[in-house]
């Protein structure tokens, strides 16, 4: 499954370090998302982007920021995060509009903070 | 707020044979989409189904079909002729035609037999 691609796949951070993951969807799509997933929780839609811009902001912690810089790249740049934040980080896709679509995943990016 | 249901952490079944995977959800929205999504331990996660609540008939995808009871809000995973790689996190999701929102249930781990 190629269609949406996450690097790393794995992040080993200490708390003042600045890191930023990376997403790039290669199926046309207008949408992206970034989700956090933690062990025996549902996933947490963290930030969606439809044509760029950014439309749902799901009261995600500052130390999280996202850039969409074009349809296809979505980043989420990672400072002075917490030892809680440690996380599987899934990033989707979809194409918006009617009827709706599914969301496509990536591999995903396993963070560990220290 | 809408939520997502998935009674069973775990379930197990014999290679070959079929198994029922139950979702039930709460919505006062009348027109929405339902998924289930596979999340084998490679950690990437998979559409196996979309259905259209407006939609009576049950969706199916090969060996994978829905029992889709819209008055009972419930969407249950049925898998025939179970294979090995069947094995994996089944995630139920929902989403409203006005929300990009894609809200999950906990995931039921399927385990299959030889």
């Known amino acids: 499954e190629t269609g949406v691609t996450q690097t790393p796949r794995h992040l080993v951070m200490g708390m003042t370090n600045k890191k930023s993951l990376k997403c790039e969807q290669h199926?046309?799509?207008?949408?992206m998302y970034w989700y956090k997933q933690s062990a025996k929780k549902p996933l947490e839609l963290m930030f969606v982007y439809n044509f760029k811009e950014q439309t749902e902001n799901n009261s995600v912690p500052s130390r999280f920021s996202p850039e969409c810089p074009n349809s296809s790249h979505l980043f989420l740049h990672l400072h002075t995060l917490q030892p809680e934040d440690s996380a599987l980080y899934l990033c989707?896709?979809?194409?918006?509009?009617?009827?709706?679509?599914?969301?496509?995943f990536g591999p995903g990016t396993r963070l560990l903070v220290l | 707020a809408q939520t997502v249901t998935q009674s069973q952490p775990e379930m197990s079944v014999q290679e070959a044979e079929t198994v029922t995977l139950s979702c039930t959800y709460d919505t006062s929205e009348s027109d929405y989409y339902l998924f289930w999504y596979k999340q084998p331990p490679s950690r990437q996660m998979i559409l196996v189904i979309r259905q259209e609540a407006y939609k009576q008939q049950n969706a199916t995808e090969n060996r994978f079909s829905v029992n889709f009871q819209k008055a009972a809000k419930s969407f249950s995973l049925k898998i025939s002729d179970s294979q090995l790689g069947d094995a994996a996190m089944y995630f139920c999701a929902y989403r409203s035609a006005k929300s990009e929102k894609l809200v999950f249930g906990k995931g039921t781990k399927l385990t299959v037999n030889p």
């Open positions: 989707a896709s979809s194409q918006e509009g009617l009827p709706i679509g599914a969301q496509y």
């Open positions: 199926l046309g799509h207008n949408a």
